[in-house]
């Protein structure tokens, strides 16, 4: 009898937990059964038999539950998301300000002359047209001084105003890049440097500049141009930073272009106005 008991005892060690929960009350039953015949075999009574075994079983059943319940929760998959170190664009955008400062333009050079195609005014009135002529040239617009004398509403008197040469280049440069200064009498030391800031520009982009001029100025060379009713001049190119300016007239064939300061250049102009 002891040891069917102990054959008892052994396979339900070997149960599965939720087993040995149901065989706990049969096996105390037969513990308590048999207490009398334990009791002669080994000694001791009966009572501590049955309360040896069955703490026994209630620790080994205890057990058994707790490593079930522990072991589904660590053979889980987890359901985090993974831990990430890199930072996203926007984070080492804004960690690094070289990655969100603009670029700054590059500066325009020192001296600069535009490419153009010179051809003198056909007319004594013709000024406007060819010098609005010789401008585009430089942009690789090629147009007659009679297609632009008709754009411009030029005239046995000349052409009214540098608004006109700014809507005709306008019309005929992608962009209409063109803006008038007008100068209501001598300009000022900031429409000085406004003028030669817009030369600068305008040459840098490959445009060239229309001025209307009146009266007497001398170029660098000591050369000297009158135009006591008016003119229309080209800027094609500069120099030194735009202190110095390169003109093209179509006036004189045989004197096409020289250089001026812009400060001449702005007194000439005065009372009138320029497209850049």
């Given at each position: 009898m002891k040891h069917t008991l102990q054959r008892?005892?052994?396979?339900?060690?070997?149960?599965?937990?939720?087993?040995?929960?149901?065989?706990?009350?049969?096996?105390l039953a037969i513990a308590t059964t048999t207490g009398v015949l334990l009791a002669d075999a080994d000694g001791a009574p009966a009572s501590e038999h049955t309360a040896?075994?069955?703490?026994?079983?209630?620790?080994?059943?205890?057990?058994?539950?707790?490593?079930?319940r522990v072991a589904p929760s660590s053979a889980a998959p987890s359901t985090a998301a993974p831990a990430t170190s890199a930072a996203s664009p926007a984070a080492k955008?804004?960690?690094?300000?070289?990655?969100?400062?603009k670029p700054t333009?590059?500066?325009?050079?020192?001296?600069?002359?535009?490419?153009y195609d010179y051809e003198a005014q056909n007319t004594y009135y013709n000024c406007g047209p060819a010098a609005t002529r010789n401008a585009l040239s430089a942009s690789g617009i090629d147009r007659?001084?009679?297609?632009?004398?008709?754009?411009?509403?030029?005239?046995?008197?000349?052409?009214?105003?540098?608004?006109?040469?700014?809507?005709?280049?306008n019309a005929e440069v992608k962009g209409s890049p063109y803006r008038t200064r007008m100068f209501e009498g001598a300009p000022s030391p900031a429409q000085m440097d406004r003028l030669q800031a817009d030369?600068?520009?305008?040459?840098?982009?490959?445009?060239?500049v229309v001025a209307n001029v009146v009266g007497d100025a001398t170029d660098t060379d000591?050369?000297?141009?009158?135009?006591?009713?008016?003119?229309?001049?080209?800027?094609?190119?500069y120099k030194d930073n735009g202190r110095t300016v390169?003109?093209?007239?179509?006036?004189?064939?045989?004197?096409?272009?020289?250089?001026?300061?812009?400060?001449?250049?702005a007194n000439w102009i005065a009372s009138r106005g320029y497209s850049a």
């Open positions: 008892q005892l052994r396979r339900l060690a070997t149960e599965r937990p939720y087993q040995i929960v149901a065989a706990s009350a049969a096996a040896t075994t069955v703490a026994e079983m209630r620790s080994d059943a205890i057990a058994s539950r707790g490593q079930a955008a804004t960690s690094n300000p070289d990655l969100t400062r333009p590059p500066k325009p050079p020192a001296t600069k002359v535009l490419d007659t001084q009679e297609e632009l004398g008709a754009e411009l509403g030029t005239t046995e008197m000349g052409t009214n105003s540098a608004e006109d040469t700014t809507r005709v280049l030369v600068v520009k305008a040459i840098t982009d490959g445009r060239g000591g050369g000297w141009h009158s135009y006591g009713g008016g003119h229309y001049i080209a800027v094609v190119g390169r003109i093209a007239d179509s006036a004189n064939p045989a004197d096409p272009s020289y250089w001026i300061t812009t400060i001449d250049l």
